[in-house]
């Protein structure tokens, strides 16, 4: 089937969460149909569009320029949120001219289906009603849940401000959208009651396992603890950030030589603050490979306390071998049997007990990571989440 593919970025560097969901789904179903695959071309990241080959039979680079989040302009499209009726989360990935690039496409290569992956291409895309809305997070929800966690009145009420104007963008592009795919059954409901929509399925979340498997015998130690997550992802920072302050101190009164590595691209200047002076802490930024930090490590955290969609790092570490505890937000959307393939605690003494427990007792870490690792062997492949997707797309709407 000849489908059409948006996105507002291209799959390498694969360093989201989102990505990772999407790159994995695409091997599979770039080998089915011919995938068309549009995305914003990022002019520091010419890997992209070099690499799009691996999952995409054609590929359109549309070069824009999306300001980082820590420059001048990208503090200027946090004030025009302020007064502009959509969403700054979704208006900073609408360059000028793609609407009118996509319309020509359509036109010249009449798809059989289309695809658009995430909520901020639906601000560009012309033909919503008859396009497939892969949606991983429900926004609304994480944007309200930003307003209950803001930590003073100026954050509090613009969090207020984007998350109403999240709310009312969300709900209109569900509507119009021919069917929406959720990743979870509870990201599926909530989006049935909030938007008031019908047409909504779900996928179960995957796992590369092979790609994850330790080897035996296992590399060097690199931490107690270990923190997985793009550090640009604003509920990461919140929760690792939480986790050093709240959480991390309660631990080291019973185990002062406690470790910590948080692992992940951007980390803010707040968090590497936090690392400054204490050895135990390892901020890394960027690494080309995340599996020696988590097999390298005994516990794998995810103190969320914000968030939406499924948290792949919790199937990524389960796959890799090391027992997790998380909070319930950090886990919700995932089929997990807690307490015996995870540790589940949402408060900081909770959550401190959890990781003592865990670190205090070899065998313990053992039986609940092999009970993990038994559970996503068998039930979450890729290929099978593909062939989920792949029969959503095969009943969707026709473009032509």
Partial sequence: MKTLWVNSNFMHPTTKGGQIRTLEMLRHLHRWHEIHYVAIENPAQ???????????????????????????????????????PTPVAVERFNPPGMRAFLEDLIRKERFECAVVDHLAPTSYFPDLPHAVFFQH????????????????????AYFKLQADRMYHYERRVSRESGHIVAVSKKDADEMRRLFDVTRVSEIPTGVNIEYFLPPEPRLGTVADLVFVGSMDWLPNVDGIVNFVREVLPLIRRQRPETTLAVVGRTPPPKLL??????????????????????????????????GGGTRL??????????????????AEGLTVNPPRDIRIADSPQEFAAQCLDLLSCPETRTRIATSAWEMVNANFSWEHVSRCFEH?????????
């Fill in 46 to 84: 010419p890997e992209g569009p070099a690499r799009a080959h691996e999952y995409s039979f054609k590929s359109y680079p549309f070069k824009h320029s999306i300001p980082d989040k820590s420059s001048p302009a990208f503090y200027a499209e946090l004030l025009h949120g302020l007064i502009s």
């Fill in 313 to 330: 790092k919790i199937y990524e570490a389960m796959a890799a071998k090391i027992p997790v505890v998380s909070t319930t937000i950090g």
């Fill in 137 to 156: 997070n429900v926004e609304t929800v994480i944007w309200r849940r930003h307003v209950e966690h803001a930590g003073d009145f100026l954050r509090r």
């Fill in 392 to 400: 959503i797309m095969l009943s969707a709407p026709r473009m032509s």
């Fill in 273 to 306: 603050q936090l690392a400054v002076g204490d050895p135990k802490i390892q901020v890394t930024g960027t690494v080309p490979d995340i599996r020696p930090y988590l097999w390298g490590s005994a516990v794998s955290i995810v103190p969320l306390r914000i």
